[in-house]
């Protein structure tokens, strides 16, 4: 099921599905009211299932317009009925099995005339205007009828899924839309860039009417927290009123509720503190679990130029975690620069990330880079189908350019940089070719590294 959730995540994905799953029920429907009514042509379904494929295989299209989608079939129809007419008037009644070439020709040409002219050029109008003259035992005009009213009701079901599902499928489908509001700080290194951290997870969490962050500071293995033993499983909640009797906790306590108040002060939202005693990193997992967060926002660390193991070891764990690399004095990123590599949860996690820190009157640039000019169609609609969804300030950006090189170029220009940490990439990949976060140490700007929970 998680693997399906993230799957479906992939825009082509679910749109994909829905033509597979949906168009084959409204096509049904509609067969099933033909049989009942021995009016209705059979020649009605080609156009409406390629005219239906058009409709929900590209929602935000050219030609996805409820409106456009009947007028074209109906106007296609009406063409073909008009040609069928003036071939009768010129060369007398035909058999309906035999059309004659005028017909064919004047039909496509008075389609193509007047869908130009009514900016409703669509592929279905020529075949309607086709199949008018080849309807057999049914009258043209009643094809013409039954073409409209079927359009209509397609129509109609696709605008419906478009508006209900489609546009709002960010609610239903992106997990971080609907979560990653209680957010868990490791107040870890330097206190100046752990409590930059911390703000950092602030403006992320304040974005959600739920939203929390704890601030969580771990003791070594041999003090005692709260009473509990040292090394012991639980990570005790320290409540802030009162004293431990342990000095090394209630210093830690301190610590934390300065930060903390800064955090109520400055951003408006509630914080806990957490002090836990024993090894770092199942003491962080633990502590999620226990205060119910579902992001953890840590200050970013390096051993002797690679990764830390504890940050490593967050990233691939079981929660969405975030890696903060400081380099400013600022509080607030309103210019974001998002880096894509390929559609995903990830993806769309890190535009989420970066709009809510962004805001209403912030800009989020929303990037991915190509090797070559053929790729940029694809990459365009990629992107495209990324930040539909999202609210603000947001564009969207192709670089024919190394992904390094582009930051490089453009990072000064903004207060943060956002990408992924590979973690869909197999351990020779990444060997061979590292991370795009461990090949941009030295930039003028703050760096967000994503790393996708399981």
């Known amino acids: 099921m998680v693997a399906f959730r993230r799957w479906i995540e992939h825009t082509s994905n679910l749109l994909h599905l829905t033509v597979l799953l949906l168009i084959p029920v409204l096509i049904g429907a509609v067969t099933f009211v033909s049989n009942a009514i021995d009016t209705l042509s059979f020649l009605l379904f080609p156009p409406l299932a390629s005219g239906t494929y058009t409709l929900f295989s590209d929602p935000e299209g050219r030609y996805a317009s409820p409106y456009r989608f009947i007028l074209a079939l109906t106007v296609g129809a009406l063409c073909g009925l008009v040609a069928y007419g003036f071939t009768a008037w010129v060369h007398g009644p035909t058999d309906m099995a035999i059309v004659h070439p005028s017909s064919a020709a004047l039909a496509i040409f008075l389609a193509g005339g007047a869908t130009w002219a009514l900016d409703v050029e669509a592929p279905s109008a020529f075949s309607t205007a086709l199949l008018t003259l080849v309807t057999g035992d049914v009258e043209p005009v009643e ?67 739920a939203g929390k962050v704890v601030l969580l500071d771990v003791l070594p293995p041999g003090e005692v927290v709260d009473g509990e033993a040292a090394g012991s499983d639980s990570t005790p909640n320290v409540p802030v009123s009162e004293t431990t009797g342990n000095p090394a906790a209630d210093a830690a306590v301190e610590r934390l509720e300065s930060t903390a108040h800064q955090l109520r002060t400055h951003v408006g939202i509630p914080v806990e503190v957490v002090v836990a005693s024993g090894d770092s990193l199942p003491a962080t997992t633990e502590a999620a679990a226990n205060t119910n967060s579902d992001l953890i926002v840590t200050p970013y660390e390096e051993d002797r130029g690679f990764l830390s193991d504890y940050v490593r070891g967050l990233f691939g764990g079981e929660y969405d975690t975030v890696a903060f690399r400081s380099v400013g004095s600022e509080y607030c990123w309103r210019r974001v620069l998002v880096l894509v590599a390929r559609p995903g949860d990830s993806a769309h996690a890190m535009i989420d990330f970066a709009s809510r820190l962004a805001g209403e009157t912030g800009s989020v640039s929303v990037t991915t880079c190509i090797s070559a000019e053929v790729e940029r169609r694809p990459a365009e609609t990629k992107l495209a189908n990324l930040v539909e969804t999202v609210n603000g300030n947001v564009e969207t950006r192709v670089s024919k350019s190394d992904v390094t090189a582009f930051i490089d170029a453009n990072a000064a220009s903004y207060d943060l940089v956002v990408l992924g940490s590979s973690g869909d990439r197999s351990a020779a990949s990444r060997f061979i070719s590292p991370p795009t976060f461990e090949r941009i140490r030295e930039i003028d700007c703050d760096v967000a590294v994503f790393d996708r929970g399981l």
């Open 143 to 209: 094809y013409v009828v039954s073409i409209f009213a079927a359009s209509l009701v397609i129509a109609g079901v696709f605008a419906l899924w478009r508006e209900e599902f489609y546009e709002r499928r960010a609610e239903y489908l992106y997990e971080t839309v609907r979560g990653d509001d209680h957010v868990l700080v490791p107040m870890r290194g330097d206190g100046e860039v752990a409590t930059r951290t911390a703000f950092f997870a602030a403006r992320l969490a304040a974005a959600h009417a």
